[in-house]
Structure formats: C-alpha cells, structure tokens
C-alpha cells in the first residue's frame, strides 16, 4: 500500500517562503512521475508542479519562477521549495502520482497560509 505524507506547511507573510516534504513509501519516487497539487477552500483540487525522470520538471502558469518541485530518492522525499509566496498560494499541499490516476490513498495534506 502507497503512503504519503505531507509536511512543512504554515504561516507566512506575502513574499515569504516554505518549504514543503513529501515523505513516500516503497520505490515510488523512482517508478512514478510525482506531482503537487493544491486545494483553496471552495475550489477544486488543481496541479501544482511535476517531476519525473524522462521530462524533468513542469509547473502551472501561476507559479513557475517561484516555486521548485525536486526529489531525494535516496531518501524517499519529494520537496516543493516555494518563494515569493503570495495570498493565492493559499491551500492545502498534497503530494501524488502524476496524472492523476489510480487508486492510491491521498495523504493528509499540509497546510499552507500566505496572508499579512
């Protein structure tokens, strides 16, 4: 059974930054193309960033230049390094398989809130 777990969210001001942990079970890194997503209150689940071992990284529109998807393999992790964080970057971060299909359980989620 697949396992992650999100962390590394909080509190910061605009223009501060954070950055988010995703701890994943077995070889899932290496085996699957990993995403973010993230989810505002009253909106749906939407993309956030991709990475993968043939085409390397992608990031929506809304924060490509600020934020950084990477992976440690060797341990496992995937991090989302956000910069310039604005008050739309608001959610809850989730870390999962890219696309999103399958039947894996989602984590639980971190917590992210940019406002002065």
């Known amino acids: 059974q697949v396992q992650l777990v999100e962390s590394g969210g909080g509190w910061v001001q605009p223009g501060g930054y954070l950055r988010l942990s995703c701890a994943a079970s077995?070889?899932?890194?290496?085996?699957?193309?990993m995403a973010w997503y993230r989810q505002a209150p009253g909106n749906p689940r939407e993309w956030v960033a991709t990475i993968n071992i043939y085409d390397g990284t992608a990031y929506s529109d809304s924060v490509k230049g600020r934020f950084t998807i990477s992976t440690d393999n060797t341990k496992n992790t995937m991090f989302l390094q956000m910069n310039s964080l604005k008050p739309e970057d608001t959610g809850v971060y989730y870390c999962y398989r890219y696309p999103r299909i399958g039947d894996w359980p989602w984590g639980q989620g971190t917590q992210v809130t940019v406002s002065s």
């Open positions: 077995g070889s899932v890194l290496r085996n699957y193309a």
